[in-house]
């Protein structure tokens, strides 16, 4: 499954309170997309691509951990019309998954089942 969700246009921010960055900015999205989905169906990882003109990995550090970008996301994704449980099912996977363009997070079933009636 390859499900990309444009998000152009679209912004989160940073408070700096993650375990990898203490930088409060803007970060400007580009796109999301299902990069791994579980046989069963019942988890994956989705990718969430940034421009890296707004977010440097070297120079700013990881988004991962950051609450209110997680919490600024998650809006974001509600206003792309997924539900509540969908949506509560979106967190960050680990560490070393996190690339220098998306951030890498873990989804549910019930996320991906949403990405399935938005294609």
């Keep these: 499954m390859s499900t990309e969700i444009s998000l152009r246009g679209e912004t989160c921010s940073t408070n700096g309170k993650g375990y990898w960055s203490s930088c409060r ?3 400007t ?3 999301a997309e ?3 989905e579980a046989d069963d169906g019942d988890f994956g ?3 969430v691509y940034f421009d890296t003109r707004t977010w440097n990995v070297n120079k700013h550090g990881l988004i991962y ?3 209110q970008f997680l919490q600024e996301f998650r809006g974001v994704l509600r206003n792309h019309g997924f539900g509540n449980e969908a949506v509560a099912g979106v967190n ?3 560490q070393g998954m ?3 363009d998306y951030v890498s997070m873990d989804i549910t079933g019930v996320f991906l089942r949403g990405c399935k ?3």
């Design 98 to 100: 996190q690339g220098d």
């Design 65 to 67: 951990t950051d609450p």
């Design 29 to 31: 999205l580009e796109y």
């Design 92 to 94: 960050y996977s680990e």
């Design 117 to 119: 009636r938005h294609e």
């Design 34 to 36: 299902v990069a791994y």
């Design 45 to 47: 990882e989705l990718r």
């Design 25 to 27: 900015h803007s970060v």
